[in-house]
């Protein structure tokens, strides 16, 4: 856990932080969000001692930071910046490497361990060997992450680290840092503008302006009851409908909607199947449980018993950690009453059905008594 007590910088006359108290949950992202020069990214830089408070304590795990020697403190902690900063001389495989090798970790064991994150951020093993202005911006951020993580820090500083990347990229990216953060578990200070990202990617959101901490709590709560003017007009006025966003597709998998058949089956013998079982979705499945095509079973006037089987070999997919107002927007830009669920690898999950979406909002509805 990271708690800051009555912190407070000033830069000249010019108060950047005031009296900040704060605690951060360890294993959770806390999310820092106001407008420039609100005091979210000094904060941020305050936790790793780039920038030194001129009051107040910050403390991990009990322990004050300024007992730490800054540049060993820095190293225990992993950092993400918009522009990445990767070095464009070192090979990714040695820009991972970095910090391990001034921890002076034996080469084995750093071998291993980029291989670890490389798999972890999705780059196979040939991208070791590329350099920086080889990768795509969605690539160098993922690169970065890795190297954040290279010496498995407990605690993660972001600071807009997907601001520079385009919608669809950002969107991608945003999905494959939850799928990431199931499995490493950090306590993640992430700083941005982006009231959408702060809801999406947030176990907490802190809200600051002018250097105060406005209001402090999880995205629900936030939306549900903002505290004054400056939260509510930040959230906009669809803010009853961002509250979908909170609701993740992981949540609302059927694993009964569809059948899965193996890549190449005769598709009389899927139609058939698909008609006994009462489906109208079969999914192609490698032995893997990659998702290879999707089946659908649809009326047709053309054919003889009344049916066609129409089959799409890449099929729109779903994340996990995808939410039901991005998995809404994808059926009605896409026609589709059900899509497949897939891992960043592409392993099939389930479906997520329209009639879910549905559900939801008559639910949300029935609670708001509308």
Same mark, same amino acid.
């Given at each position: 856990m990271i708690e800051l007590k009555n912190v407070t910088k000033k830069f000249d006359q010019l108060e950047a932080v005031h009296n900040l108290s704060l605690r951060l949950e360890k294993g959770k @992202?806390?999310?820092? &969000?106001? %407008?420039?020069?609100?005091?979210?990214?000094?904060?941020?830089?305050? =936790?790793?001692? $780039? @920038?030194e408070p001129d009051e107040g304590e910050i403390l991990v795990n009990g322990e004050s930071i300024f007992t730490q020697e800054p540049v060993a403190l820095r190293r225990s902690i992993g950092y993400v910046i918009q522009d990445v900063g990767l070095f464009p001389h070192y090979s990714v495989f040695d820009n991972i490497a970095l910090v391990p090798r001034l921890l002076k970790w034996d080469e084995k064991r750093i071998q291993a361990r980029v291989d670890e994150l490389l798999d972890l951020v999705t780059l196979n093993g040939t991208y070791g060997k590329k350099y920086p202005l080889q990768l795509s911006g969605g690539e160098q951020q993922r690169v970065g992450l890795a190297r954040a993580l290279?010496?498995? %820090?407990?605690? $993660?500083?972001?600071?807009? %680290?997907?601001?520079? @990347?385009?919608?669809i990229n950002r969107s991608k990216l945003q999905d494959s840092f939850l799928? =990431?953060?199931?499995?490493?578990? #950090?306590? &993640?200070?992430? /700083?941005?503008?982006? =009231? *959408?990202? +702060? &809801?999406?990617?947030?176990?907490r959101i802190a809200i600051m302006n002018a250097g105060h901490l406005v209001q402090y709590g999880e995205p629900n709560e936030i939306l549900q009851n903002p505290k004054d003017d400056f939260v509510e007009h930040l959230l906009g006025a669809d803010r009853n409908l961002k509250a979908l966003s909170l609701e993740r597709i992981r949540d609302y998998l059927d694993e009964d909607a569809y059948l899965t058949v193996a890549p190449g089956t005769n598709p009389e013998q899927i139609k058939q #199947?698909?008609?006994?079982? *009462?489906? #109208?979705? +079969? $999914? +192609? /499945?490698?032995?893997?449980g990659i998702l290879q095509g999707r089946y659908n079973l649809e009326p047709s006037t053309t054919h003889a018993d009344g049916e066609k089987l129409s089959y799409?070999?890449? %099929?729109? /997919?779903?994340?996990?950690?995808?939410?039901? @107002?991005?998995? $809404?927007?994808?059926m009605l830009e896409t026609g589709e009453n059900q899509l497949p669920v897939v891992t960043s690898k592409g392993k099939l999950r389930g479906v997520i059905k329209l009639t879910q979406i549905f559900a939801k909002v008559e639910a949300a509805k029935a609670e708001k008594n509308i």
């Open positions: @992202i806390t999310m820092f &969000i106001g %407008p420039s020069g609100c005091g979210k990214t000094t904060t941020l830089r305050m =936790i790793n001692r $780039l @920038i290279a010496a498995d %820090p407990d605690i $993660l500083l972001m600071d807009e %680290p997907f601001g520079a @990347i385009d919608p799928e =990431i953060q199931e499995t490493i578990q #950090k306590t &993640i200070i992430f /700083v941005t503008h982006d =009231i *959408n990202e +702060a &809801i999406t990617l947030g176990d #199947k698909l008609r006994t079982a *009462n489906r #109208k979705l +079969a $999914l +192609a /499945v490698d032995e893997n799409d070999e890449q %099929p729109v /997919v779903m994340s996990r950690n995808n939410n039901l @107002i991005e998995a $809404l927007s994808m």
